[in-house]
């Protein structure tokens, strides 16, 4: 994959079960570019994020992240390599503040590195 690609997906499909909800889907998202998923309810943007992070295994196709193939990898491998969802709106830990959930994404050697210099730019 050309150096200046961060993001290539080819071909992608992905099951629930016996229900497939993405069929042949390929993108590629230069480094630097910023990119939106839109589509109706039940379009595959959420099955196509959790592909792409390791929560869900494609059925075909592949993903590449800056020339690594990620397809099949789990979230906590794909976490140190930069990739992560942040949940809308489930208050995942509703009792913290916005600066303790904050915290709680820093548990990877690289962000706890960066913990402070990140908070600080925040708050």
Same mark, same amino acid.
């Given at each position: 994959?050309?150096?200046?690609?961060?993001?290539?997906?080819?071909?992608? *499909?992905?099951?629930?079960? *016996?229900?497939?909800?993405?069929?042949?889907?390929?993108?590629?998202?230069?480094?630097?570019?910023?990119?939106?998923?839109?589509?109706?309810?039940?379009?595959?943007?959420?099955?196509?994020?959790?592909?792409?992070?390791?929560?869900?295994?494609?059925?075909?196709?592949?993903?590449?992240?800056?020339?690594?193939?990620? *397809?099949?990898?789990?979230?906590?491998?794909?976490?140190?390599?930069?990739?992560?969802?942040?949940?809308?709106?489930?208050?995942?830990?509703?009792?913290?503040?916005?600066?303790?959930?904050?915290?709680?994404?820093?548990?990877?050697?690289?962000?706890?590195?960066?913990?402070?210099?990140?908070?600080?730019?925040?708050?």
């Amino acid at each position: 994959m050309p150096q200046h690609l961060a993001l290539k997906v080819s071909e992608l *499909d992905a099951h629930y079960g *016996d229900f497939q909800a993405l069929w042949n889907v390929s993108f590629e998202v230069k480094k630097g570019e910023m990119v939106s998923i839109i589509g109706a309810n039940g379009s595959g943007k959420s099955t196509l994020l959790n592909s792409i992070a390791g929560l869900l295994a494609p059925s075909r196709g592949t993903i590449e992240f800056f020339g690594e193939r990620i *397809d099949g990898l789990l979230p906590h491998e794909t976490v140190p390599r930069g990739i992560t969802l942040v949940p809308e709106g489930r208050r995942v830990f509703p009792r913290l503040t916005v600066y303790e959930n904050l915290v709680m994404g820093s548990y990877t050697p690289k962000t706890r590195a960066k913990k402070d210099e990140t908070l600080t730019k925040i708050y």
